[in-house]
């Protein structure tokens, strides 16, 4: 049974919020007591009291400083961050876009970095954080086509298990959730006998459900897991 | 705007914040010569950051500004402002000036 009240009291932030494993991680802290603030470049996609989007493009840093002195004027603090906002162009490398690499690097990197570095400065004041990415099965599995995507994935479990260190003396935990295949837009991109050929090889051949990702979460966000930093977790067995 | 001495007092009260989470023995003595970068600093570089960070929230909180301190130029001047309280209270007041 869940327990309702896990994160009553809770300030969390969510990067990409307005769709995917985002919204679905956004509802489950709300609906566990949590005020929620989402980042998103879109609309607001969720309406709910506790609730507040921010309409920001990560890769900006003017943009995300803006972005924190609202939260800092009005939150004061955050929690938990999960760092969820990414972008995906599955292609051999050979003919891979410029601009969608660049676009991979630039959200899934430097803009996990942007948000990261400021939510670190907000916790530090507060000598508590738990900072969780969402990373991917890419980084171990290498599948074809993913040279850039799964690169930015590696890079921020990397930066993760260094601002742990950094970050350590401020009770901020950084951590990093690897997940498997997950029903959202970004997985309708792949040709479905691949998506169907990259699960059934996994050692627990099924698709990610949404509480194998809660299930992490809640172990990274805990408030007794202060000794388990730069850590990367993998769903499905990957290893 | 900030007055000189504002500033001064305000990197002074964060000094002795930082003191305060610091071991007897690493304790610092501070004045507005004590140093905080470079190779006579008294302080380590991940206290410096956390110094700095401090500051940059006691702007944000208690004089509602928004600057960011550790910005590109701060980086790549010759001499850098976080030399000393001196340096650093200098530089914060150009900052304040392009506001």
Known sequence: MKNKSRYSGKIVLVTGASRGIGRAISFYFLNQGATVIGFDKGEPTISKTNYHHISVDIRDIKEVQKAFFQISKKFKTIDILINNAGVLTSQYAMIMPAEKAQEMVDTNLLGTFFVSREAAKIMSRAKYGRIINIGSMATSLEPKGDSIYAATKAAVATMANIMAKELSNFNITCNTLGITAFQTDMLNQFPKEKVDRIIKALPVPRIANEDDIFNVIDFFASDRSSYITAQTIFLGGIN | ?99
């Open chain 2, 1 to 99: 705007m900030m007055t000189d001495k504002q500033i001064e007092k305000l990197i002074i009260e964060a000094l002795i914040e930082l003191n305060e989470g610091l071991p007897d023995e690493e304790k610092i003595t501070i004045t507005t010569q004590t140093e905080l970068f470079g190779l006579n600093a008294q302080i380590d570089s991940l206290s410096l950051v956390s110094l700095i960070v401090n500051i940059e929230s006691k702007i944000s909180n208690e004089l509602n500004y928004e600057i960011s301190i550790t910005d590109d130029r701060a980086m790549i001047r010759a001499e850098s402002p976080f030399l000393n309280v001196q340096t650093l209270k200098n530089y914060i007041l150009e900052l304040f000036d392009e506001l």
